[in-house]
């Protein structure tokens, strides 16, 4: 079976493949049209982010036995198309779950304890204490959306912690020992803290806008990990000016390209520039799941479930 990698990954990735007698050929570079000319040689896909799979692709992929995304998710690719051609999806949510899940939790406890904040400050010569004091996370309540992969990470990271940690999923009896599941409305009702784990889907685009955000009885904290199309930046600006969010930690960001590797391609957005100057907004580009670990875990979890199927 030959293989084509479009984008790097771990050398492990074409190296075990390579053992297993697979054909690597690689193409990082080209353009997308150019690869669907030469798509019809190939039986399986290896990508990250770098361009959308859709009808006109996978048409022109005759052989096309599976795509690997060396990602957690699918949203690249077009998944029911995919499965109507008989071409078997692949990603690997269990590769980098762990790193979401600390990169979450970093996120909460900077903002709660002003870490970003007081060390511009210290380096600027400023020696503010009262400024600076402060928020313990014992004693909180932890909303989660979305309770797979990432959600039960953060979750098992929070256990020592004084907290209670409730999830919102559209799957019913996910809970387990590190959380509760609850109804939306009581999540809205309880929540001092909001982390998303949920994937790009029509359900979860611009689902954080100013209506979800005003159901919430008490004014909270927002961590996002997930995708940053789920937030309404316009509404998440206007809370924080408000003090209805308290603060976000933001590692994704609505305006990012769908290829995960460019911010703009046009002038920066107002509600933007203000995320850049507020001192209770954490920014990370898209690192949550971002590890020296992690690239070696979503690589090998790729190989081991195409060895699983395949070989």
């Known amino acids: 079976m030959k293989i084509l990698h479009l984008d790097s990954n771990h050398p492990l990735l074409l190296n075990q493949l390579s053992e297993l007698g697979f054909t690597n050929d690689e193409d990082y570079s080209s353009s997308k049209t150019e690869i669907e000319a030469k798509i019809h040689l190939y039986d399986g896909i290896i990508i990250r982010s770098r361009f959308t799979i859709d009808k ?14 060396v990602g957690a998710g699918l949203e690249n690719i077009d998944c029911d198309y995919a499965e109507e051609k008989d071409v078997y999806l692949i990603s690997a949510p269990e590769g980098n779950r762990n790193a979401v899940g600390e990169h979450a939790l970093g996120m909460l406890l900077s903002l709660f304890n002003k870490l970003n904040k007081a060390d511009n400050e210290v380096r600027n010569g400023k020696w503010l204490r009262e400024e600076n004091r402060g928020v313990e996370l014992d004693g909180k309540r932890v909303g989660l959306i979305g309770y797979g992969n990432m959600g039960k990470s953060f979750a098992k990271k929070l256990r020592g912690f004084d907290v209670e940690v409730l999830c919102y999923d559209i799957k019913t009896n996910v809970n387990d020992e590190n959380c509760k599941q609850v109804s939306l409305e009581e999540l809205q009702e309880k929540a001092d803290v909001l982390s998303l784990h949920t994937p790009q889907t029509k359900l979860t685009t611009d ?40 603060g976000a930690g933001l590692d994704v960001l609505e305006y990012e390209k769908t290829s ?31 590890t020296v670990e992690s690239n070696r875990k979503l690589a090998q979890t790729i190989v081991d479930k195409i060895k699983q199927k395949f070989h």
């Open 207 to 246: 689902m954080i806008n100013a209506k979800f955000i005003n159901q919430f009885k008490k004014p909270f904290w927002l961590i996002n990990t997930a995708r940053g199309k789920s937030v309404v930046t316009k509404d998440l600006v206007t809370a924080l000016k408000s003090e209805k969010i308290l």
């Open 260 to 290: 995960f590797e460019n911010l703009f391609t046009t002038k920066i957005p107002e509600a933007f520039k203000y995320l850049i100057e507020a001192e209770n907004v954490i920014l990370s580009p898209h690192i949550a799941g971002w």
């Open 56 to 69: 006109p692709f996978l048409d022109k992929a005759t052989k096309l036995k599976f795509i690997g995304r």
